[in-house]
């Protein structure tokens, strides 16, 4: 998602607001409460300062470049893989204090080891991964779709999986504003 590689905090505001309704409306109920406490808290409940704070320290940029921002939660799952790796080092010799040693030194302990594996030519795989362009193969489907008139307006069309499809995003918006309003008191 380019709003996280580029750590836009405003971006990611505008899609909780459009999410809101869309998770209460389809019965997400931990998402939909999380992000109202979200907004409520940025709109209203905190001071100007907090509030950007919320919305600005959502990223992390680890390589110093633009566009290389992962979430916050992200980079805490590296460190404590990092972490739980050095521990798993110590074999029989895990301690407390050995264990309390791994965690402060966790800071010096990375920049060390990228240095070592960049001098010793170790490859790294970032987890991103180079996909061929489908551009022909999705223009000679829509080609065949166009050709089967699978998207022209028929009277008695109708899907049997799909009887009645739900719209998760126009529902009732007065309901949607109550239960904002129960649930912000």
């Known amino acids: 998602m380019l709003y996280i590689r580029e750590g836009d905090g405003q971006r990611v505001l505008r899609c909780w607001r459009y999410l809101l309704p869309i998770f209460r409306n389809s ?3 931990n998402y939909s409460l999380e992000a109202l406490n979200l907004l409520n808290q940025y709109q209203f409940e905190l001071p100007p300062i907090e509030a950007e ?3 600005w320290n959502r990223f992390v940029n680890t390589h110093g470049k633009p566009g290389q921002n992962i979430p916050c939660d992200l980079c805490l799952e590296h460190l404590n893989r990092l972490c739980k790796q050095a521990v798993n080092e110590k074999g029989s010799n895990k301690s407390k204090k050995a ?6 030194a966790l800071g010096v ?3 060390v080891l990228e240095q070592f594996n960049s001098q010793n030519h170790v490859v ?16 000679e489907l829509i080609h ?27 529902n009732n918006t007065t ?11």
């Open 175 to 185: 309901e949607l504003l109550d239960w904002m309003e129960s649930h912000i008191k």
């Open 144 to 170: 065949h779709l166009k050709e089967l008139g699978l998207f022209s307006q028929g009277i008695q069309r109708k899907y049997n999986a799909f009887p009645q499809p739900k719209d998760v995003l126009h």
């Open 99 to 104: 264990i309390m040693f791994v965690g402060k």
């Open 109 to 111: 302990l990375k920049p």
């Open 53 to 55: 704070k919320l919305v």
């Open 27 to 29: 019965g997400r109920k």
């Open 124 to 139: 790294s795989y970032s987890g991103t991964h180079k996909s061929p362009s489908s551009s022909k193969d999705i223009n």
